[in-house]
């Protein structure tokens, strides 16, 4: 089955900076990579998401780069505000069901 | 709004009581998911349904069952609780197109 791992476990960024969390999965039938952002004590809920025929996708401050090669991902937030703060989740699959990553949690600074 | 709810949101068990946590949808979705997140772990597959005659066992189904008794009812059973499955668990739906899951709220789950 699929394999998704995902770095760094912990991020803290200060407020404006970027940060980049970086994904890899191993299962080349892979076509669906979504993002999912969860605030303390809420649901996850789904920030982009790219298919494997697009290399890029932007979503104002946040965007997903996508190597098919290589079998990796990476989320980028630009101009990180205090409520980027949360757990961001990577995922890869397909049609019919998507492996999660174990989670970046992210914390902006202030 | 249309939504995905959970009950119930918080549960405190004994080891080797049965217990069910169940899950309904006002999405008009046909899948829905089951999720256990453990820290440090992510969200880990325990089963998932593409309609009520269709149920299949995710990455880790051992010690779970599930019940999809309509299209927007998913139950998950514990026969036997033991305290390694303390966690929290969600149930997500998701549409034919396009793959995104939305999900409920979550059960906090305690075996002691």
């Known amino acids: 089955g699929e394999n998704v791992e995902q770095h760094p476990s912990t991020l803290s960024v200060q407020e404006g900076d970027s940060a980049v969390i970086k994904c890899t999965y191993s299962?080349?039938?892979?076509?669906?990579f979504p993002w999912y952002k969860q605030e303390l004590g809420k649901r996850p809920q789904l920030i982009i998401d790219?298919?494997?025929?697009?290399g890029e996708k932007k979503d104002q401050r946040i965007a997903v780069t996508l190597n098919k090669t290589a079998k990796h991902f990476s989320l980028h937030i630009t101009e990180t505000q205090p409520e980027d703060s949360a757990v961001y989740f990577c995922?890869?699959?397909?049609?019919?069901?998507?492996?999660f990553g174990t989670g970046t949690k992210l914390q902006v600074i202030p | 709004d249309a939504d995905v709810t959970q009950t119930p949101r918080n549960r405190i068990t004994k080891t080797g009581k049965r217990i069910m946590l169940e899950c309904s949808q006002t999405?008009?979705?046909?899948?829905m998911y089951w999720y256990r997140q453990d820290p440090g772990l992510g969200l880990r597959l325990i089963y998932y349904?593409?309609?009520?005659?269709?149920?299949n066992k995710g990455e880790i189904s051992d010690g779970y069952s599930v019940s999809r008794q309509a299209q927007a009812k998913f139950s998950l059973s514990l026969e036997s609780a033991i305290p390694n499955q303390t966690a929290l668990y969600f149930c997500?739906?998701?549409?034919?197109?396009?793959?995104?899951?939305?999900f409920g709220p979550g059960t906090r789950l305690t075996v002691l």
């Open positions: 999405k008009g979705h046909d899948r």
């Open positions: 995922a890869a699959g397909g049609y019919q069901k998507v492996t």
């Open positions: 299962d080349s039938a892979s076509n669906y």
């Open positions: 349904s593409f309609d009520v005659k269709d149920i």
């Open positions: 997500a739906t998701s549409g034919a197109i396009p793959n995104e899951q939305f």
């Open positions: 790219i298919r494997s025929n697009v």
